[in-house]
């Protein structure tokens, strides 16, 4: 089976090691650049099958490289952003980006999604049909708001920046208030890979929502632990 060879554009050294090193783990060719225009030169000569582009680079942005390789090319692009501001416009600009990342990032979580990506881009391109997804509903329970086609979930009108994880998992838990979800329903629900997760994986993201939800209310903890079991929603909210 051939090896799909992935460019990763990055301008942070030790970030790029770290990824080139996981990707070739993994069993995928690398090549990197430093820069939007060395990516884009690699990009035309050696036209890889997936693109990992970070959004912050000293001379182009990553939009500006990916709306360029978008000209004549379907790649899937998977975007590392850092935390503030650059997600939104990730989800928000629709520059057919496939995914993205925040920094920091597990290597592990990144290639697993870098295969879910290529096997679903697989799946699109051998079916015939061209039906989008129905659009999705806004959600609201109390303070809470989540819009699915945004990926935002909102406390009072402030985006939490989720991550896709933690979004997914919001979304699970806000469409079915007070039913006990255990590690294994929320990964088989919200993971590309369940397979690849592991348990902990779900408690780590459970973690980080929290987080970001006491960071706008140190009080607001609408999800419960069910201790051995899982997690839930509270209905009460
Ligand atoms: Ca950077």
Known sequence: MNRTLVLLIEDE?????????ALESAGFDAIHA??????????????PG???????LPDLTGFEVCREMR????????????RDGEID????????????VVKPFSPRELTA???????????TESSLTGNSPESEKVVTRGRLELLPERYQARI???????SRYEFGMLKVFMNHPGRVYTRDQLMDQVWDEPEAALDRTVDAHIKTLRKKMHAVDSAFDPVKTHRG???SFDPEL
């Open 89 to 100: 416009r990730v989800v928000g600009l629709e520059l057919g980006a496939d995914d993205y």
């Open 71 to 82: 000209r004549d090319s379907e790649v899937p692009v998977l975007f590392l952003t850092a």
């Open 156 to 162: 009072d009108g402030i985006d939490l920046g989720l």
């Open 34 to 47: 430093g820069t939007g225009r060395e990516g884009l030169d690699l990009f035309r000569s050696r036209a």
């Open 13 to 21: 050294p030790a970030i790029a090691e770290t990824v080139v090193y």
């Open 229 to 231: 079991i899982g997690y």
């Open 50 to 56: 997936f693109v990992i582009l970070d959004v912050g």
């Open 113 to 123: 999604r870098i295969g879910a990506i290529l096997r679903r881009s697989r799946r």
